[in-house]
């Protein structure tokens, strides 16, 4: 199907002009009868067509025998039949020329061999038709009061309406988002479940709400993703359009990630490889549930945060603390006021009940006054020193919650600095006013940190997006390819593999294969000065743990240490050795860990700290390759960057400044051979890239690779 028949039947399904409901129940309290029961409850002005062969009406519906009784095709249809007639119902509706169809039963694909068999053969049915499904809630367009859903959570009267769209791969986590948005004052615009995702997916919708015009904020729910190109493109796209997506990924522990898979019976990427995937396109990543709806909620105000300087107005001295403290733990700065501020705020003093040139700035037994809390926020708004403020209402506040809101709206239109509220006593009223007011607020200090840096990450995001997001190395594209052919299948020896990482552009060692000493010391001759001697294997891939490394060998040493190896080596394997290598030491530089990950997700370039201390440091970072091919410059120098030991690399107390152009290079060079081998190459690794001072490039002293 074309990408514009593809929107339109999406565009279908959110906004249906007529449903037809095939297993509908006369009994609203079955889950079979709530989809039509709910339509009506919260206003659905289209066509409602219920199928069931056993009732003649349904309500002020008539109710029809089958689907070819149908007096017209309907825009969507809710299968609400089990696993094993659904597809049947699916094939009908297709035959009928249905856009698209809704399928909520489960034992499918998440259910193993049998379920999976089941979904291919509603796959199979659906022909052109697009599902949503199978083993979804369905989903609710609040904007359009069009809901396609037997969701317990629809039994409530109203909710709020506004900018924020979700997509989820839960049932069970749609309900719950949306009765806890609307105990919040959270407004939301579409809720879709995707769960299983036999056709119909998470990208689908992000597409749809970045070209929704009530959508400004897109919450996501995510167990897996399926499509981690398409996924991409999305999420690109959403950026570009100004629309941040915040994502709350589980499956962050092993039980986590095998709960994910059983659920919804997709494979599981590492969860670095998602947050590889989520720094590569923008997504801000929710650390827990909360945040989904924290951050999306003030994400929605549509009020940019450009620092990290935030001025905390608060009535209750010990949450300014909690506030002040949280703020800190991310980063965030909680300066005094500036002179001129200052002489503002004490100005308005009238009495000595309220410390209002410090921040937090209290205003204890004044709090409630409105005259003063408007001429306060007006001066904060105002001042150079704060890139956004945070309210604190205290005990006395949310008593009269309506009073506190009006005076904070009032001043709104005066700046566009983020202004957040956090309210300290557990009041979920006063909550839901403010929020509903335009001011996010919060119950936990946490949150309004969490909602403070996800705003900042926008910003930041936006600023670098033109010159690094989404881009490819072009000249990965461009450039002829490397021949490998004539090289072995199977795990490389280390002479193998550095020999395929010079074919690509990564300078390697000087060094020599021997089977004797006497070879052993010539080779040492020829290469001048102390060298290094290995154990050459193809089935040893850490040669220290077997003593088979030694550094800092003279020629007359060499002869006597490859017998003394050769024995080390036999008794730690069970074999003697018959093959080593003489390679040139390398003196005076760092070193570094260079590799390629295979995940589901994607394959991915591996950078961080190595030695023999990689492993235990792990101070590493992981980048996805682009479809287009390998990394740009800009790309590999912000991996190198982002790592804790780059200090290394720039001049760390007083240390020469290491290449670290050469080492950009190596990067570009090694993420071009996994580029253009793709699936051929199953691992490779460098450890340890020696990064010499500038102008004295780079050296990889040390390598695996295994080819298919």
């Not at 317990?152 to 806890?180: C, K, N, T, Y």
């Not at 081998?677 to 695996?704: S, T």
Request: charged share 15%; with cysteine.
């Amino acid at each position: 199907m074309s990408t514009d028949l593809r929107s339109e039947a999406i565009s279908r399904l959110l906004k249906p002009r007529s449903v037809a409901i095939i297993g509908a129940s006369g009994d609203p309290q079955k889950t079979s009868g709530r989809p039509a029961a709910y339509l009506l409850k919260h206003g659905y002005a289209g066509k409602i067509f219920p199928v069931n062969p056993k009732l003649d009406r349904i309500g002020d519906w008539p109710c029809y025998p089958d689907i070819a009784a149908l007096p017209e095709v309907p825009d969507v249809a809710i299968v609400l039949l089990g696993a094993e007639r659904a597809h049947v119902a699916v094939r009908g509706l297709a035959a009928l020329g249905t856009p698209c169809a809704i399928v909520l039963a489960s034992g499918y694909g998440e259910t193993g061999e049998i379920g999976a068999q089941r979904q291919a053969q509603l796959l199979e049915a659906a022909g052109t038709m697009r599902l949503l499904g199978p083993n979804t809630i369905g989903l609710v367009n609040l904007t359009d009061g069009i809901v396609l859903s037997p969701s317990g959570a629809l039994e409530m009267d109203h909710f709020p309406v506004g900018p924020i769209g979700v997509v989820s791969q839960s049932g069970g986590i749609l309900g719950s988002l949306l009765s806890r948005a609307a105990a919040r004052g959270v407004g939301l615009s579409k809720l879709i479940s995707t769960s299983n995702e036999v056709d119909l997916e998470l990208s689908d919708f992000i597409n749809a709400l970045v070209d929704d015009d009530a959508t400004r904020v897109i919450a996501l729910y995510i167990e897996s993703i399926r499509h981690p190109n398409k996924f991409r493109d999305a999420a690109l796209r959403a950026s570009r359009a100004g629309k941040p997506i915040v994502a709350f990924k589980i499956g962050r522990s092993e039980a986590g990630a095998k709960a994910a898979v059983s659920h919804t019976g997709a494979l599981a990427g590492t969860d670095r490889m998602y947050d590889a995937l989520f720094r590569q396109t923008g997504v801000i990543r929710a650390q827990t549930f909360s945040d989904l709806l924290d951050i999306s909620a003030a994400l929605a105000t549509g009020r940019a945060l450009h620092g990290k300087r935030i001025a905390i107005l608060t009535s209750t001295g010990g949450a300014g603390t909690l506030v002040s403290d949280s703020l800190g733990m991310l980063g965030f700065d909680t300066p005094a006021p500036d002179a001129t501020t200052a002489a503002a705020l004490r100005a308005l003093q009238t009495g000595d009940h309220a410390a209002l040139d410090r921040n937090p700035i209290d205003v204890t037994l004044a709090g409630l006054e409105p005259t003063l809390l408007r001429g306060i926020l007006k001066v904060l708004l105002a001042s150079p020193s704060y890139d956004a403020l945070t309210i604190i209402v205290g005990s006395s506040g949310v008593a009269q919650p309506e009073l506190m809101a009006g005076a904070i709206q009032d001043c709104l239109p005066l700046s566009d600095k983020p202004v957040l509220a956090y309210i300290s006593p557990h009041a979920p009223e006063a909550t839901a006013i403010l929020t509903h007011s335009g001011v996010p607020a919060f119950m936990s200090a946490e949150s309004c940190a969490a909602a403070f840096a996800g705003m900042l990450h926008v910003q930041q995001w936006q600023a670098g997006y033109a010159g690094d997001a989404g881009t490819s190395c072009t000249s990965a594209i461009q450039a002829a390819p490397v021949d490998a052919s004539d090289l072995p299948t199977g795990s490389l020896n280390e002479a193998q593999a550095k020999q395929l990482f010079s074919r690509f552009g990564v300078r390697c060692t000087r060094e020599l294969e021997v089977s004797t000493p006497a070879q052993a010391e010539q080779a040492a001759l020829s290469l001048c000065g102390l060298v290094v001697l290995k154990l050459l294997s193809n089935t040893v891939t850490h040669k220290s743990d077997v003593g088979g490394v030694a550094v800092g060998l003279s020629a007359e040493q060499i002869g006597p240490r490859l017998v003394r190896m050769a024995h080390d080596v036999e008794r730690a394997t069970g074999e003697l050795p018959q093959r080593f290598l003489v390679q040139e030491m390398v003196a005076g530089g760092t070193e570094w860990i260079l590799g390629m990950h295979r995940d589901p997700l994607g394959i991915a370039i591996l950078l961080g700290q190595g030695g023999v201390t990689a492993e235990l440091f792990q101070d590493t970072t992981l980048r996805l390759l682009p479809p287009e091919g390998g990394l740009t410059q800009l790309e590999a120098l912000s991996m190198a960057q982002s790592l804790k030991c780059w200090p290394l690399l720039n001049g760390y107390r007083g240390s020469p400044l290491a290449d670290v152009s050469a080492l950009v290079n190596a990067i570009v060079a090694f993420s071009k051979m996994a580029a253009q081998l793709g699936d051929r190459l199953v691992e490779a690794e460098i450890n340890p890239l020696f990064v010499l001072p500038e102008g004295q490039g780079v050296m990889a002293a040390d390598g695996v690779a295994s080819l298919r």
